[in-house]
Structure formats: structure tokens, C-alpha cells
């Protein structure tokens, strides 16, 4: 599993993400992720939506913590790959933080995949 980061001193934004965190947060994460890792068809899991309409080949993790509720953002890359490319919370009803996350990690996979910027990086955390 591979994570994206982009600009002149490639800050890994998931990683940056994830150390925000509490030690709650980042041990369900660390957990689904692993699972994620070697799960091949992951339409069944209730951890995983696969977004549609226009977040078409966008999917979040998502967990709950402490009634926080966690939405990971990323996109699959290649069968063997997936791109987290931000994470972000959905604290209120509807609400996402940031509010343009998904707008804003499509915007991440264009940047990736048609102008070759940003950089990818095995987990290391």
C-alpha cells in the first residue's frame, strides 16, 4: 500500500495525517489497512466505500474512534496498489474536514496519473 505526496519538499500527506492522530485512531487505521492490504475484493467490506457520481474512483476507509469518525481518502492505483492521498474526519452529520477533501484528493489522482507529479511511498509508519 503506497501513499501520495506532492510539492517541491514532498510531504507525505497521509503520513502527516496519521501522526495527528491519537494512538486510538492510529491503531484501527494500522489494523483495516492491513486487512486492506490483502483483501482482493473489498465491495463487501463496511470499512471500505467505493465512491461513485462525481468521486467516481475515489474509495475512504472508514472507522469510528471515540464518536470521531475517520475517512481516509485514496484511490486504487493498480490491482496491487492503492494511493491514500488524504485524510480527513467527518466529525458533524455530512460535514467532512477538510470540507473539499474528496474534490481535492481527485484533484491528487489527476495531478499523479496525467501530469506525473507527486511521488509515492511504501508505509513506513
Known amino acids: 500500500m ?3 505526496a506532492e510539492g517541491k519538499a514532498k510531504p507525505n500527506l497521509i503520513r502527516n495525517w496519521y501522526e495527528r492522530q491519537n494512538a486510538a485512531a492510529q491503531a484501527d487505521f494500522d489494523n ?3 486487512v486492506l492490504e490483502v483483501t482482493k475484493d473489498w465491495n463487501r467490506r463496511t470499512d471500505v466505500k467505493i465512491l461513485d ?3 467516481k474512483g475515489l474509495f475512504e476507509i472508514r472507522f469510528t ?3 470521531v469518525r475517520y475517512r481516509p481518502v485514496g484511490f ?3 490491482k496491487s496498489d492503492c494511493v491514500l492521498v488524504l485524510g480527513c474526519k467527518k466529525p458533524r452529520r455530512d460535514k467532512y474536514f477538510p470540507a473539499n477533501a474528496f474534490d ?3 484533484s491528487y489522482k489527476k495531478m499523479f496519473l496525467e ?3 507527486g511521488t509515492i511511498h511504501e508505509r513506513d509508519f
Request: glycine share 0%.
Open 53 to 55: 457520481k462525481e468521486h
Open 76 to 78: 486504487l492505483y493498480s
Open 104 to 106: 481535492k484528493a481527485l
Open 115 to 117: 501530469q506525473n507529479k
Open 2 to 4: 503506497c501513499y501520495h
Open 65 to 67: 474512534v471515540n464518536k
Open 32 to 34: 483495516i489497512l492491513r
